[in-house]
């Protein structure tokens, strides 16, 4: 028979297909999932753009309250306010690691932190390059014109 310790030819080749067949759907997995994932803001499919915008005036009341605490500093209602946004979906402009931070807007009749934010980016915090409205939990974003 087979000599102990050696693995049997018909079970090394089903193992040589499962680990090659996993690394292949790994790797076109990765490779379609680029094209998505790393959308920068002016390529189609993005969900920020020169023309997704608007104005603070147009921002539900609880928005324009929370730009105004981003601009004074605070207090923030919330712990998690002025903490770092990931950008993990890369919908807004790429920027290096701690340039955006986000911030809640009250949802009304909410009784958690609710879907809607700003999110800011710049230094200091409190004069920020641009800032962002999402109403849908980060699915998109609105640039807010001032």
Known sequence: MF???LVPPSSRLRWALHKWGAAVVVVSCLAAGANTWARRPDQPG??????TSIGLASLPSEARATHRLILAGGPFPFSKDG??????ER?????????YREYTVRTPGSRDRGARRIVCGGKPPTDPEACFYTD?????F???AP
């Open 46 to 51: 993005s969900t920020v753009s020169t023309a």
């Open 83 to 88: 903490t770092v946004f990931g950008n993990r």
């Open 91 to 99: 919908l807004l402009p790429r920027q290096a690691r701690g340039h």
């Open 3 to 5: 000599r102990t310790g």
């Open 142 to 144: 609105k640039r807010i």
């Open 136 to 140: 849908d939990h980060y699915a998109s």
